[in-house]
């Protein structure tokens, strides 16, 4: 038997992450939040190229390893599934997608600083519970992880806390996006 690389975006990403966390505690303590950190509104500089960067690699920055594990446990339970239905470069470019979608949101509302992938983990969450998904039908799944999942945040929103729920909203809504709009999803 050999380990196969069987998930390419979702192995990557979770690596790439995993060396920008190890590299900032460790050698660069600045790098996380130079280049890994979309700054709030009151802080982000049209002039700075880092905060245009930051806009799509907030995704690979964490606090700590706990937030990283939190993070990528769900990433690495349903991004395979995703991966092996959209394909690699689909999944890649939803990642983007919703990496700068919560990124520029959260610059035109938020004067707090976005870290991590906890929107990507919400995206992933709404776009699987589309898996079975048939023109016409709203799957029950569906409904019940907008309810569960996304009306926690809604509520843990109205709570003062260190967590950007908007991004987990706003990382659901992208999965919702996906999942009706349905991208070809490749079949093997």
């Known amino acids: ?36 950190m979309v700054p709030g ?27 990283l594990i ?34 520029v949101l959260n610059i035109l509302l938020f004067p707090t600083a976005l870290l991590g992938a906890s929107g990507v983990v919400f995206m992933m969450m709404l776009l699987a519970s589309f898996t079975n998904f048939n023109q016409g039908e709203i799957p029950l799944t569906f409904i019940l992880v907008l309810v569960f999942y996304l009306g926690r945040e809604f509520f843990n929103a109205i709570h003062a806390n260190t967590i950007s729920e908007f991004a987990h909203i ?3 809504f992208c999965g919702s996006l996906f999942g009706f709009f349905r991208p070809q999803a490749v079949r093997k």
Do not use: D, R
């Not at 990557?12 to 130079?34: D, G, K, R, Y």
């Open 170 to 172: 706003i990382g659901g």
């Open 1 to 36: 038997m050999k380990i196969k690389y069987n998930a390419p975006t979702v192995l990557t990403f979770s690596f790439l992450s995993a060396v920008v966390l190890i590299v900032s505690q460790t050698l660069l303590p600045s790098l996380t939040v130079n280049w890994f």
């Open 70 to 103: 939190a993070n990528f446990s769900f990433i690495l339970l349903l991004g395979p599934i995703l991966e092996e239905m959209y394909g690699s470069i689909l999944l890649l470019l939803m990642i983007v997608i919703t990496a700068f979608v919560t990124g």
């Open 41 to 67: 509104k009151t802080q982000f500089s049209p002039s700075h190229v880092n905060h245009w960067v930051c806009l799509f690699t907030h995704v690979l920055g964490h606090s700590n390893w706990t937030h």
